[in-house]
Structures are given as structure tokens and as C-alpha cells.
């Protein structure tokens, strides 16, 4: 083949240029013998260790209880030798678990121990607060209509229309009805704006905590302020 040019020698052979000149390096590098076929196989592991370094992971492991995947790997990166690749931190920590090696920590979950409702028998002893959805007015902007019920006498004590569920308006709307009705021993109210907040603590959203200090005394009522109860 000596005189031959490349580009000659690739279009008799039907392989390109770039072709040509890796094998090309191979031979010059290996030989006769780098002329061979070889595997397509992607170089990396795939979905599968060879066994091997499986069995090294889990005995590393066994060998060493508190290591975790990113130690073992740091081990192995200094262990194995230099041609073959060493598998990801996540790769790693996929052995073990399929070997039962990854101790599971239990989620403890704080469920709160909620109190009975207030069954309300007599006036003044429960109120209820609602927001009853909202409408658009006229002008366009919405209405929001907050309402203040009885839970014994079904009494409607306060329908208030209101430019938005915000703790402001909601605040003064019950200021003013505490002024001219009184506290109640309780307050019913659902888990939306402004009655709670999910992301506060404990649920307490700045309407809640304002109707617990006992600044609503009333004469009309001298049982203290009234306390905020909530559906689970």
C-alpha cells in the first residue's frame, strides 16, 4: 500500500478520511492486531456494574457500615486502576440499596391533637366567619362578602362587603362588631385567607393572633376574648 494516497485507500476500502486515519493510529500504536473489529459498546457501565467492582462496593461497605456512597467512591477512585471508570457517587449508592445496604430514615410526621368543636347550644357561644366567595360589582372590581352567623340562633350578626379577604379590612369589620355585640366564646372559621395561614406557625394567621390578647373586653360580654377553632 506504500505510494498509495489516503483518500485513495479510504474510497477503495468504502471508509471515510476520518476512518482511515484511526485506524491508521491504531496500527501505528498497536499493530496488526488493532486492525480488528471491535465492540460498539459505549465505554461506561450502562444500567450494570461488571461484578467485580459490585462486590468490591458491598464488601467496602460491609467492611466500613457508616460509609456512605460518596466515601466508597472516594476509595475507589484511588483503588482501581487508571483504565477502567469509576462509577458515579449515584451508581454507588444504587448498589447498596439493591444489596439493603441504605439504612432508611423513618420521617416522623407531628400530628397536631386537635381539640373537640364547640358545640355552640346557646347564643354568644360560638360564632361562625365565612367569606362567601366573591362577585364582580359594576364597576368591575370584585366583592368580597364577609359574614358573621350565630351558631345557635342562626342569627346573622355581620354581612360586610369587602375589597378583598386581606387581615386589614377583616380586622376592622370584626372590631367593629366586637364593639356592638360583644365576644363570643368562639370563633369558627375554615383553613383559607385570612383566618389562618398554611405557612405560619401553627396556622395562625395575623386575624387569629389578633383575636387572642384580651383587648376586646366588653361589658356586653365579661367572659375574656374568644377563642379561634378550626374544622381539621
Not at 456494574?49 to 466508597?72: C, D, F, M, T, Y
Request: charged share 25%; aromatic share 8%.
Amino acid at each position: 500500500l506504500e505510494g498509495e494516497t489516503m483518500t485513495d485507500l479510504c474510497r477503495a476500502f468504502g471508509i471515510s478520511r476520518k476512518t482511515g486515519y484511526k485506524l491508521l493510529a491504531r496500527y501505528r500504536d498497536e499493530g496488526s492486531g488493532a486492525l480488528t473489529d471491535r465492540s460498539r459498546r459505549p465505554v461506561r457501565y450502562a444500567n450494570q456494574l461488571p461484578p467485580q467492582i459490585e462486590s468490591l462496593i458491598v464488601n467496602l461497605k460491609r467492611g466500613k457500615p457508616h460509609w456512605g456512597a460518596r466515601k466508597i467512591r472516594e476509595l475507589l477512585v484511588r483503588r482501581l486502576p487508571g483504565d477502567l471508570r469509576v462509577p458515579a457517587q449515584s451508581t454507588i449508592h444504587a448498589v447498596l440499596d439493591r444489596h439493603g445496604l441504605v439504612a432508611r430514615a423513618g420521617r416522623r410526621r407531628n400530628r397536631a391533637q386537635g381539640t373537640p368543636l364547640s358545640s355552640g347550644a346557646n347564643p354568644n357561644d360560638l360564632w361562625c366567619a365565612d367569606f362567601k366567595g366573591e362577585f364582580r360589582l359594576g364597576n368591575g372590581r370584585y366583592c368580597y362578602p364577609l359574614t358573621v352567623t350565630d351558631h345557635a340562633s342562626r342569627y346573622l350578626l355581620l354581612c360586610e362587603a369587602l375589597e378583598s379577604v386581606r387581615e386589614e379590612g377583616a380586622i376592622a369589620a370584626f372590631a367593629r362588631l366586637f364593639a356592638e355585640r360583644g365576644l363570643p366564646d368562639a370563633i369558627r372559621s375554615d383553613n383559607g385567607v385570612p383566618f389562618a395561614s398554611p405557612n405560619a406557625l401553627f396556622n395562625l394567621s395575623k386575624l387569629s393572633v389578633w383575636w387572642l390578647p384580651p383587648r376586646h373586653r366588653h361589658r356586653a360580654h365579661q367572659a375574656g376574648q374568644p377563642a379561634a377553632e378550626r374544622p381539621p
